[in-house]
């Protein structure tokens, strides 16, 4: 097997991930993954697929990632990683990966803040008189 590419994006973070057979080394923007997510649960988060498709230390990662804060990287990574697995083996992956929600774009974004108003939905209070 070659390297196999994908796109995992999430609010404004774009991650493109290239995997390719190893011993389950994850780099991130040329740094290691504990070291660029330094949160437990946001490490978790990006290691979910290889979890859920028992693939752990299988595959060695590359991620360029763009944008966005922390939380969004971490689920644009796994989007990425979740799509390039199923690029590996579409009958072996994509079931599981499916029913974990995996393979699902998360595509809510943050509404524009509007002219004249405080923030988004939110209005100034009114005064009747």
Partial sequence: MKQVNALGR???AVARV????GKGNITVNGRDLNE???LDALRYIANQPFEV???QGQFD??????GGGVKGQAEALRLGIARAL????????RSTLKSAGFLTRDSREVERKKPGQPGARRRFQFSKR
Avoid at 86 to 93: I, S, T
């Fill in 18 to 21: 290239y995997i390719t057979p």
């Fill in 86 to 93: 199923c690029e590996v083996d579409k009958e072996a992956y």
């Fill in 36 to 38: 660029y997510f330094t």
């Fill in 10 to 12: 999430r609010k404004s």
């Fill in 61 to 66: 990662v590359k991620a360029n990632i763009d």
């Fill in 53 to 55: 498709t028992a693939t």
